[in-house]
Structure formats: structure tokens, C-alpha cells
């Protein structure tokens, strides 16, 4: 009786090992497979660097369309202690023109802190029109406690941008880095 019991722990034991490990494993996967569906579904996917040489490329090699006007709106989403706002809400461009926009973000944190800012945009498909020469959301921002900034996006929207786009939507969502 007492070597089933024994037989039967082992073999209970073993289980548990192995759903131990299957769980690890799984945990351990979640992060390619995470990256993998945000890539393909275009959400959630950290700022890289535009390519200047594309941004570029359009301003030297196209034509500014005045024939349209679109208009791009401008979001600001703060995650934690911080403020985070563009300076305008709105403007009216023509694809190929070269625009500015200055957004402004507060640590009202007592402490120094370094955020981070992850860009989306509406509709998605003219995440691949937007353009942009220069960004705070290409690299962690460093914050004394309380300091106020203002940072500048540079951009241009490709003329390629289909017809049926009239409206286009940045929005930045500001978080700590913590770590």
C-alpha cells in the first residue's frame, strides 16, 4: 500500500514538474508572440526612429499637393504623475508641406523620473504617410522633479496618402520608464 502512495507521488510529482516547466516555457514565449501580433496588427509598437532619409526624400523629391488640405489632430494621453499636451489641437496642411507641432510635458512627480512617449495614429493605415525629421518619441526623456519642457515634432505627410484620407489623428501616450 505504502509503495503505491510512493509510486503515486512520483508520478504526481512529475506532473507538477512538467506543468511547472510547460508554464515557464509559455511565460517565456509571450514576449516574441506579443511583439509579433502587435507588429502585425500595427498597435502598441515602440517609436523607432523614422527613416530621416525617407522624410527627406519626400521634401526633396516632391511637390507640396495644394490641391488638398488635410487636417491633422493632435492627442495627448498621460500615463502616471505627469501633464502632456500638444500646444495646438489641430492644423490644416497640404501633403509635402513640412509642419511643426510643440508639445508640452511636466514631471509633477517630487522625485526625477524618465518617460517615454509611443506615438499612434488615425486612421492606421497613415502611420506609413507620417513622416517624422524629428521627435521626442525617439528616445526616453530624462525629468528633474517638476521640470516643464517643450519638445517640437517635425513632420511631413507623404502626397502618396490615399484621396480618402481628410482627417489624420497623432496621439502620443507619455509613461514612465521605471527600472
Given at each position: 500500500?505504502?509503495?503505491?502512495?510512493?509510486?503515486?507521488?512520483?508520478?504526481?510529482?512529475?506532473?507538477?514538474?512538467?506543468?511547472?516547466?510547460?508554464?515557464?516555457?509559455?511565460?517565456?514565449?509571450?514576449?516574441?508572440?506579443?511583439?509579433?501580433?502587435?507588429?502585425?496588427?500595427?498597435?502598441?509598437?515602440?517609436?523607432?526612429?523614422?527613416?530621416?532619409?525617407?522624410?527627406?526624400?519626400?521634401?526633396?523629391?516632391?511637390?507640396?499637393?495644394?490641391?488638398?488640405?488635410?487636417?491633422?489632430?493632435?492627442?495627448?494621453?498621460?500615463?502616471?504623475?505627469?501633464?502632456?499636451?500638444?500646444?495646438?489641437?489641430?492644423?490644416?496642411?497640404?501633403?509635402?508641406?513640412?509642419?511643426?507641432v510643440k508639445y508640452e510635458i511636466v514631471n509633477a512627480m517630487?522625485?526625477?523620473?524618465?518617460?517615454?512617449?509611443?506615438?499612434?495614429?488615425?486612421?492606421?493605415?497613415?502611420?506609413?504617410?507620417?513622416?517624422?525629421?524629428?521627435?521626442?518619441?525617439?528616445?526616453?526623456?530624462?525629468?528633474?522633479?517638476g521640470e516643464k519642457r517643450v519638445f517640437p515634432v517635425v513632420?511631413?505627410?507623404?502626397?502618396?496618402?490615399?484621396?480618402?484620407?481628410?482627417?489624420?489623428?497623432?496621439?502620443?501616450?507619455?509613461?514612465?520608464?521605471?527600472?
Amino acid at each position: 500500500m505504502q509503495h503505491k502512495h510512493q509510486q503515486f507521488n512520483r508520478h504526481m510529482l512529475l506532473r507538477l514538474g512538467v506543468i511547472v516547466l510547460a508554464m515557464f516555457a509559455f511565460g517565456y514565449a509571450l514576449v516574441p508572440i506579443y511583439k509579433a501580433v502587435c507588429e502585425i496588427t500595427g498597435i502598441n509598437v515602440l517609436t523607432k526612429q523614422d527613416k530621416k532619409s525617407r522624410a527627406q526624400e519626400i521634401l526633396k523629391n516632391s511637390q507640396v499637393d495644394k490641391t488638398r488640405t488635410i487636417k491633422v489632430v493632435f492627442d495627448a494621453n498621460d500615463r502616471g504623475n505627469w501633464r502632456f499636451k500638444p500646444e495646438v489641437h489641430s492644423m490644416q496642411l497640404h501633403p509635402g508641406e513640412l509642419a511643426t507641432v510643440k508639445y508640452e510635458i511636466v514631471n509633477a512627480m517630487q522625485h526625477p523620473a524618465a518617460g517615454q512617449a509611443i506615438p499612434s495614429y488615425l486612421p492606421t493605415k497613415a502611420a506609413a504617410y507620417f513622416n517624422k525629421l524629428e521627435c521626442f518619441c525617439f528616445a526616453q526623456q530624462q525629468f528633474k522633479a517638476g521640470e516643464k519642457r517643450v519638445f517640437p515634432v517635425v513632420f511631413v505627410l507623404d502626397p502618396e496618402l490615399g484621396h480618402d484620407v481628410n482627417t489624420v489623428t497623432l496621439s502620443y501616450t507619455f509613461f514612465e520608464i521605471t527600472g
